[in-house]
């Protein structure tokens, strides 16, 4: 017994010495580009709004309710979080290839030679076999284990990120749409007074036919307009019912800040203050975000799946034990039955296995080359994100001056032709061309107000933003 210890330590030494690299551990090495986030006008800071948990940003008592809602019932965010479950059940069986398997397994005989009577004979052994770890295969498994863990709970971070920007967006969207609503019933009954002024001057004889049924058809207009709002406000309350996981009903929300009150409105006004858009450095901020962490922990796993399969190059040792109590013992019959114990170490090496692991070690190796490019790309797509995000938070900041000015100069324009219509000294074209561009003017200054809105959440989100 003690000779085979000293045969299986020497050759555990021995091959220890050349399979060492096996047990490094995962390190980042893949340079990302260093201009990730490309031309934005975003100041560097020590914090950004993406280190705001959501709660904060969003300080909307009643989107409060509905995040909150979603994140209980989604379907999507509770198979995310069953994955975790099931990635934690198999870190902890990986963690327990370490100790040793136990088996009972009892076995009884009966034999008979040449129609003698019946020999009983049995074995009640128990069973102990031990892998040794000599050369990592069970620690990298165990590695690829928590990396892959990792990778659910990030996916977890994820949808759970992209589910609170879903049901923001679909929120301010009916924002949007009862602003656009309030604007078309205020027109629809100016319109509709401005209709009967010009009915009243055809029927004194001071106004053509043509100009009524002009401007009836503009009128007109408006209540179709007023239709399809009305239907856009249905289709997206029923969308956010269904990420809500609730039959269609309607949505209990807050009222749009109007142009004069607009810096009530706590995600536009983060669109106009320079301090909730500090950066920081931005390999710090690209951290925040689950997709990249998500595509370092995939390189990791494959980085321990690579050093598993190189270990399948070395030999396996296995040490396996045999104990228990049987009344078999050569040609003898004892009964009781007495003790007995064996011991067998055991180690293969492999010499040919039909080219299947050296493809299967490759095969690994390719996998970790396209995982760090994937990281690469990701980081790109991520700095493309923020980006994108960032000039349309500075477009929107920018053209708001000039759809709020607008907004006053035809609202002007239009009362001073309505009243010199009505002292005969402008035409119903005129009134009907101002009442149109400011209609136009209204409901383009709202859907600024609403592009500038998604346009911060987006950076928010690109930046990392929603996971806490």
Not at 238 to 250: D, S, W
Not at 280 to 288: D, R, T
Request: hydrophobic content about 40%; overall charge neutral.
């Amino acid at each position: 017994m003690k000779r085979l210890s000293n045969i299986f330590l020497a050759a555990a030494i021995g091959f220890m010495l050349t399979g060492c690299g096996l047990y490094n551990k995962y390190e980042n090495k893949v340079e990302a580009p260093a201009e990730v986030f490309g031309q934005v006008a975003g100041t560097a800071g020590d914090t950004s709004l993406a280190q705001m948990s959501w709660r904060e940003f969003f300080t909307d008592p009643l989107l409060q309710q509905l995040i909150e809602q979603v994140l209980a019932n989604n379907t999507d965010l509770n198979a995310a979080r069953i994955a975790v479950e099931k990635s934690e059940v198999s870190l902890k069986a990986a963690k327990l290839a370490y100790l040793p398997s136990l088996y009972l397994a009892p076995q009884g005989t009966l034999a008979s030679f040449d129609k003698s009577d019946f020999s009983k004979t049995y074995t009640l052994p128990l069973q102990l076999s031990m892998d040794v770890d000599v050369f990592g295969s069970i620690t990298s498994k165990k590695r690829a284990a928590k990396a892959v863990l990792l990778q659910a709970q990030l996916g977890e971070e994820a949808t759970r990120s992209n589910l609170i920007s879903a049901v923001v967006q679909q929120y301010y969207l009916l924002l949007l749409l009862d602003r656009q609503m309030d604007i078309l019933t205020q027109t629809d009954s100016l319109w509709n007074a401005s209709l009967e002024t010009q009915k009243a001057l055809y029927e004194n004889g001071k106004a053509y036919s043509t100009a009524v049924n002009q401007l009836e058809s503009s009128y007109l207009s408006v209540k179709t307009q007023i239709v399809d709002t009305r239907r856009s406000i249905r289709s997206t309350e029923n969308a956010l019912c269904k990420l809500l996981g609730v039959t269609p009903q309607p949505i209990a929300r807050s009222h749009w800040a109007t142009a004069a009150d607009y810096h009530t409105s706590t995600a536009n006004q983060r669109m106009f203050d320079n301090q909730y858009l500090r950066l920081g450095v931005p390999a710090q901020m690209l951290e925040q975000r689950p997709d990249i962490r998500m595509a370092n922990a995939a390189m990791e796993e494959a980085f321990y799946n690579t050093q598993t399969a190189r270990a399948a190059f070395f030999p396996t040792i296995t040490l396996t034990a045999q104990g228990g109590w049987t009344n078999s013992a050569g040609s003898m019959v004892i009964d009781p039955g007495k003790t007995f114990l064996n011991i067998v170490g055991s180690l293969t090496q492999p010499i040919f296995a039909r080219g299947k692991i050296r493809a299967n070690y490759k095969i690994n190796r390719l996998t970790e080359e396209n995982l760090q490019k994937k990281y690469v790309q990701t980081v790109i797509d991520a700095g493309n994100q923020v980006n994108e995000a960032m000039a349309d938070c500075e477009a929107a900041r920018e053209k708001h001056d000039y759809y709020h000015r607008q907004v006053e100069v035809l609202h002007e324009a239009y009362i001073g032709t309505h009243e010199l219509m009505d002292n005969g000294k402008a035409s119903y074209l005129e009134v009907l061309t101002a009442q149109e561009n400011l209609l136009s003017a209204q409901l383009s200054e709202a859907s600024n107000l609403y592009k500038g809105a998604q346009a911060i959440i987006a950076l928010y989100i690109a930046l990392g933003g929603g996971t806490k």
